[in-house]
């Protein structure tokens, strides 16, 4: 198993390393976050949802500045202090008594999280050669679902107890992770910053192919939440399924993504073949959403095995445009910019992700089955578009690359206008 979510020695190894102890944490921080802060902060839930929409607001609009502070200042600067920023953050949390300090104490979390994430993709892109970016990847999704798994386990243990004094530790936990992984970055490879010289501080806002590659990507990764939000409304009040089949649907996910993951990611180191990884991908999933759709009125048997067939289809969907997307991301990025184009990339799927819920709900539980084709056939159609959108960044790469040739400047450096 550790053959599937560790690559071999080197600095891919020590990136997958930091991010297996960073997800640790956050597994178990994810699985308590809004019970602790309804259950111990005592916030109301309508008080959770505002700051958490007022947090990621503000994360949304420092993605750009925040991932050119790490091209400016070093990626492996921006990373360690955003993760060491990160631990007396969340230690804080044992602190707050109140909706204002949550919400100043979150929202801080979030520029610290998103920093240092923007600032993690930069360091890949400089110590991972192109060609092999996109397998790295693999690794660090595949090690990143087995170590929140075991954070989830953990929380399960803190959720059984129910005492304050068991949220407050899983909390310092948590801010240990972050210390950890701090400090673990002072192992990985230094990387020197980029001058000001080398192109326009938010040249991707001016890169339209990319920009378009980024919205398209953004939705099609609205279908993470299918899983989380929608399957599990829908088990419950469309299917004879039992209830608990919405926790196997997403134990399949997570088991597939850590045993596939990296497979998944072969035939992918090129804009070209990622694109057509991406659409096959997107296919996957839009034949899932019609397997879904027919589970719907089915008896409990045929509904479970629905259920399996389209979650295994999800599965493999998902670690295939995960694949493309990331040697895209990389690939139509100037070296001297990654982490800005990192920054605007994740962008993508955090706008996805504000307007899909509401979508969904009004798909799926108003229109039932018809809901869930509009959605397959939109999802075939997306992937279906990007061969097209990723051959036009590609072009658009290579042409400022070579004008700057031609004025005697760095390639790398060139800037997509």
């Known amino acids: 198993m550790l053959t599937r979510i560790l690559p071999p020695p080197g600095p891919a190894r020590m990136l997958t390393v930091i991010t297996m102890v960073m997800a640790l944490g ?9 019970i602790y802060a309804v259950t111990v902060i005592r916030l109301t839930p309508g008080q959770l949802g505002l700051s958490v929409g007022i947090s990621a607001a503000l994360v949304l609009v420092s993605s750009i500045p925040l991932g050119h502070l790490a091209d400016r200042a070093g990626p492996r600067t921006v990373q360690m202090w955003s993760f060491l920023a990160l631990a007396p953050l969340t230690a804080a949390l044992v602190l707050v008594d109140g909706f ?19 600032a993690r993709k930069a360091m890949i892109a400089a110590n991972v050669p192109r060609e092999n970016r996109a397998h790295v990847m693999a690794y660090i999704r595949a090690s990143l679902n087995a170590t929140m798994a075991i954070g989830a386990c953990l929380s399960g243990l803190v959720l059984a107890w129910g005492a304050r004094e068991g949220y407050q530790a899983a909390v310092l936990f948590t ?17 020197a910053p980029v001058p000001a010289s080398a192109g326009a501080a938010f040249a991707v806002l001016r890169d339209g192919p990319f920009l378009l590659f980024t919205a398209l990507d953004g939705l099609l990764v609205t279908h993470a939440l299918l899983l989380d939000l929608v399957l599990p409304l829908w088990v419950v009040h469309h299917t004879e399924a039992p ?9 399949i996910n997570t088991g597939f993504v850590v045993a596939f993951q990296t497979r998944a990611a072969r ?42 067939v389209g979650a295994l ?25 990654q982490g800005q184009y990192q920054g605007t990339y994740k962008m993508g799927g955090d706008i996805g992700k504000m307007f899909a819920p509401a979508l969904f709900a009004w798909l799926i539980f108003d229109n039932g089955t018809t809901g869930w084709i509009v959605l397959g056939v939109s999802y075939a159609v997306l992937g279906a578009a990007m061969p097209a959108v990723v051959a036009r960044g590609t072009r658009s790469r290579d042409r400022a690359a070579a004008a700057a040739g031609a004025k005697g400047q760095d390639p790398a450096a060139a800037t997509v206008g």
């Open 100 to 118: 204002w300090s949550y919400l100043v104490v979150t929202s801080v979390q979030g520029f610290a999280y998103r920093a240092g994430n923007n």
């Open 243 to 251: 209830r608990w089949m919405s926790a196997v649907v997403l134990l």
């Open 267 to 308: 035939g992918t180191d090129t804009p070209r073949s990622a694109s057509w990884a991406s659409t096959q991908g997107a296919c996957c999933v839009a034949v899932a959403c019609l397997v879904f759709a027919v589970s719907g009125g089915k008896g409990m048997f045929e509904a479970c095995l629905l259920l399996v």
């Open 175 to 191: 801010a240990l992770c972050f210390l950890a992984t701090g400090l673990l970055t002072l192992k990985e490879p230094p990387v």
């Open 313 to 337: 289809l999800h599965a493999l969907g998902e670690i295939r445009q995960a694949a493309g997307s990331w040697t895209i991301a990389f690939d139509l990025a100037p070296d001297h910019a």
């Open 26 to 34: 956050q597994g178990l921080w994810m699985a308590i976050n809004a």
